[in-house]
């Protein structure tokens, strides 16, 4: 199969132009290739292979059949990734950055059909999918830059003897997704490690397993030697093999904390590192004197990106009680407007949940919450859109929730859906013991127009990832990663290279040999 070509087909021409981008609607993109990936081509497994069905979120219909890999499979996965380690490890950084730069060139030129592709997958809105195309290739470029930084220390020992450090590479690395940023995840777990002169294997989520193949031939495009990024598909099984095999340098992972614990506790078997991105229930605090209209628009990108299946978003939204009835009005009334329909068209805002049972699950927490005593302000009901093809598609409109207190199920668990929690608050003292009573600690963000304050408050909150005066935005430039259960290690930053690549230490003798024997 020639690599590099586009293996999705449409079962129609795209229907609808709006300004410069090329859009279709929903229901018309086929999947038939095969979605394993190494020795530098799509691989078809043969027919006793468990299968899976992957469904299209804005219409509920089937996409295609994902064949799940077993031992066999895996082993020739990360034997592809050992020998293309061999090759990869021993270029220069410069060298590696070419690779990296095409890579990054190529996604660019294909950004409108990568982002569609990733609509039609996970079920979010094509502006979003956009910005996730974006910020893969951006990441691809970063760390390209940072590659032919790697370098190691020198230091003077007495009598003209040295020792120097050598920053190396760990191996094959295995990258496991989630399926709320297919495509993004994939990019920030290769980038890093293929930057330090790592393999990668990549087990993309069974839900969304399309957008890490085009990444797989893009990088064979690119010029990477075969083997370099492989992808194996399948659920727990599939993961299980990659997190044992005795092959496998590390595991990096992004989803659930209980799964997180699973991954570290295989790792644990073998002794090797992992990175561990995993949920939060973060707390988003608003002070009354915050600029309200940016603390409602903070609150929102806190909240609805991505239907609300995003880590690190602010799901317990503390409002300082004196604007707290100003600052509902205003979220309820931008919520009730947010576009919900055919995630493919340029004016939705919200597309559909990634999943019938992920759908089921969110609306289960909103009648759990309502049962507890949680006021309903908007949302939170299963939509029909009225486009005939959407009628099966997994859509709700976005949730906002008052009268809500700490010890709720919906404040204390993570939903993964479009539900807001708001919680009113008194003191800064105050709110900060409850924003902190969490066993998890991904993300937290705060707004207030005074400056003292804002520091003051992020200095005290228990969370990797602290925003002031905004919320949810991720440059790849800066570090991203949870305290306390919500993960180990940081993705994106220069610090991730040291989450990839392993110090030696050489020592030089000039001298003789000073024996006490
Ligand atoms: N915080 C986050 O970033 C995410 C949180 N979630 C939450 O987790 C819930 C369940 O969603 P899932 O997709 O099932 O998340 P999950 O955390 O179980 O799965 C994430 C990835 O791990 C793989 N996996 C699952 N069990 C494994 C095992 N024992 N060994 C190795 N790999 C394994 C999955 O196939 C998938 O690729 C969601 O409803 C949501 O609440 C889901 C995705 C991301």
Known sequence: MPVGKFLVQRLRVPTILHGISRSASSGSMVISDPLNFWSARRVKLNDTAKTEAVYEPATGRLLCQLQHCGEEEVNQAVSNGHSAFG???????????????????????????????????????????????????????????????L???????????????????????????????????????SAPALACGNSMVFKPSPVTPVTAVLLAEIYVQAGAPSGLYNVV?????????????????????????????????????????????????????????????????????????????VCSNGTRVFVQR??????????????????????????TRMGAVVSRPQLEKVLGYIRQAKEEGARILCGGEPITPADPKLKN??????????????????????????????????TEEEVLRRANDTTMGLAAGVF????????????????????????????????????????IGRENGQVTIEFYSQLKTVVVEMGDVDSLF
């Not at 996970?122 to 195309?133: H, M, Y």
């Not at 020792?163 to 989630?178: F, K, N, Q, S």
């Not at 009730?336 to 004016?347: K, V």
């Not at 969370?463 to 919320?471: P, V």
Request: glycine share 10%; proline share 5%.
């Open 151 to 189: 370098a190691g220390q020198h230091v003077q020992l007495p009598g003209g003897s040295f020792a120097y450090t050598r920053r190396e590479p760990l191996g094959v690395c295995v990258g496991i997704g989630a399926w709320n940023y297919p495509l993004q995840i994939a990019a920030w777990k």
């Open 448 to 487: 207030t127009r005074d400056v003292k304050r804002a520091h003051r408050v992020v200095e005290n909150l228990q969370a990797g990832t602290c925003f002031i005066n905004n919320y949810n935005i991720t440059p790849v430039e800066v570090p991203f990663g949870g305290y306390k259960a919500s993960g």
């Open 322 to 347: 004196q604007i707290l009835p100003q600052f509902l009005e205003e979220v309820v009334q931008r919520t009730r407007a947010i576009q919900i329909g055919d995630p493919l068209l340029e004016q």
């Open 233 to 309: 598909q399948g659920g727990q099984e599939t993961g299980m093999l990659l997190c044992y095999h005795p092959s496998v340098a590390k595991v990096s992972f992004t989803g659930s904390v209980p799964t997180g614990k699973k991954i570290m506790e295989m790792a644990a078997s073998g002794v090797k590192p992992v990175t561990l991105e995993l949920g939060g229930k973060s707390p988003l605090i608003v002070f009354e004197d915050s600029d309200l209209e940016n603390a409602v628009r903070g609150a929102l990108m806190a909240n609805f990106l991505s239907q609300g299946q």
């Open 87 to 149: 090759v990869w490890s021993k270029m220069s950084g410069m060298e590696r950055a070419k690779v990296m730069l095409e890579a990054a060139r190529i996604i660019e030129r294909r950004r409108e059909e990568i982002a569609e592709v990733e609509v039609v997958n996970n079920g979010k809105s094509i502006t979003e999918a956009r910005l996730d195309v974006d910020s893969a290739r951006l990441c691809i470029e970063y760390y390209a830059g940072l590659a032919s930084t």
């Open 393 to 426: 598609g997994y859509y709700m409109s976005p949730c906002v929730m008052d009268n809500c207190t700490d010890n709720m199920t919906c404040v204390q668990e993570e939903i993964f859906g479009p539900v807001m929690s708001v919680l009113p608050f008194d």
